[in-house]
């Protein structure tokens, strides 16, 4: 069920995100990166890091959208870069809520390499579209 999510968002597609949990409280993802993916360096580039955690806060947000509204939309993004994502890693995030309001949800996703290693965090806001 959870891979079918990113159906629904053909750009996280493309870029090979898999959804692996999708709760209300807890969004997890992997994405391994490719050189399409990469800045020089071969290291993935900064907008793909921020797009694999959009992603999934825009998954719990969908999934915590009140009776009746329809969608929800990125309104403010913040990522602080941690460390570097070299070509051929296994990234691993998972997104949580921070807040989750009728009109606007605030998500933490934190993504770290396979092996541990940090590569950024992201908080993102949310807003629910009626």
């Not at 360096?41 to 999934?63: E, P, S």
Request: hydrophobic share 40%; with cysteine.
């Amino acid at each position: 069920m959870t891979d079918s999510i990113v159906d629904y968002i053909p750009f996280s597609k493309l870029m090979g995100v898999e959804v692996t949990e999708a709760t209300k409280d807890k969004i997890t993802g992997t994405l391994t990166v490719r050189e399409d993916l990469c800045t020089t360096g071969k290291i993935m580039h900064g907008g793909a890091v921020m797009a694999f955690a959009d992603t999934l806060g825009a998954v719990g947000a969908f999934l915590n959208l009140p009776e009746g509204a329809k969608a929800t939309t990125t309104v403010e993004s913040k990522t602080n870069f941690l460390g570097a994502a070299p070509l051929g890693s296994n990234l691993i995030a998972e997104t949580k809520p921070v807040k989750i309001g009728r009109r606007l949800s605030v998500w933490q996703t934190e993504i770290k390499t396979d092996k541990g290693r940090q590569v950024a965090l992201v908080t993102q806001s949310q807003l629910v579209l009626s």
